[in-house]
């Protein structure tokens, strides 16, 4: 399985941003895709956005759409999230995790990172 490990978590006001990473430690780290998810309190655990291997293949949640931008360096084995404008509602613990290919079930998760949007 892949270790991954999120930082870049924490309080922001609304209409502000926020840059999560996740570090894979996989050397393959190039053949997973990768996805973000978040879980309010309360709430059941929701898809935010995905990106393949490759970075060719994108997919964001409706809620997302046009504020977030998911995107990864193979290099560095690392997938960001970079998040713009943001709102209340996007306030929760927000996990990567990966799949073995794009659509796949995700077997590994990292342990999140907390986001808090003030309004």
């Known amino acids: 399985q892949v270790q991954l490990v999120e930082s870049g978590g924490g309080l922001v006001q609304a209409g502000g941003s926020l840059r999560l990473s996740c570090a894979a430690s996989e050397r393959s780290f190039s053949n997973y895709a990768m996805g973000w998810f978040r879980q309010a309190p309360g709430k059941e655990r929701e898809f935010v956005a995905r990106?393949?291997?490759?970075?060719?293949?994108?997919l964001y949640a409706d809620s997302v759409k046009g504020r977030f931008t998911i995107s990864r360096d193979n290099a560095k084995n690392t997938v960001s999230l970079q998040m713009n404008s943001l709102k209340p509602e996007d306030t929760a613990v927000y996990y990567c995790?990966?799949?073995?290919?794009?659509?796949?079930?995700?077997?590994?998760w990292g342990q999140g990172t907390q986001v808090t949007v003030s309004s």
């Open positions: 995790a990966a799949a073995r290919y794009y659509g796949g079930n995700y077997s590994s």
């Open positions: 990106i393949s291997s490759s970075a060719r293949l994108i």
